[in-house]
């Protein structure tokens, strides 16, 4: 069974399992972690969180692509392309629970 959640889903489950943060603590907190990662990996910085994992970028070289609907080829330039690479706990973890 698999199941996604949100990030108001987050927020929410944060708000449950801490007592005395309010939602919208949660939602800030929640908010200034995503901004503070994306702008480090903007700026070509990486982000690890031990036990978690961690984020970098990845460099993609220009390639020829295929328009889909044309069927055109068509050159896709290079671009650098967030990567998340879990860290040893939380695949252990992920493992684990799939068993």
Do not use: C, W, Y
Not at 30 to 54: M, P
């Amino acid at each position: 069974m698999e199941s996604e959640m949100t990030k108001s889903e987050l927020i929410e489950m944060i708000t449950e399992k801490q007592e005395g943060i309010t939602r919208r603590e949660a939602e800030v907190v929640v908010n200034t972690i995503f901004t503070v990662i994306g702008d480090a990996l903007a700026t070509g910085d990486h982000v690890e969180l031990r036990g978690f994992g961690s984020f970098t970028t990845k460099q993609r070289n220009a390639r020829l692509g295929r328009n889909p609907k044309s069927g055109d080829s068509v050159m896709v330039p290079a671009k650098s392309v967030p990567h998340f690479k879990p860290g040893k706990e939380l695949r252990e973890r992920v493992d684990s629970s799939a068993e």
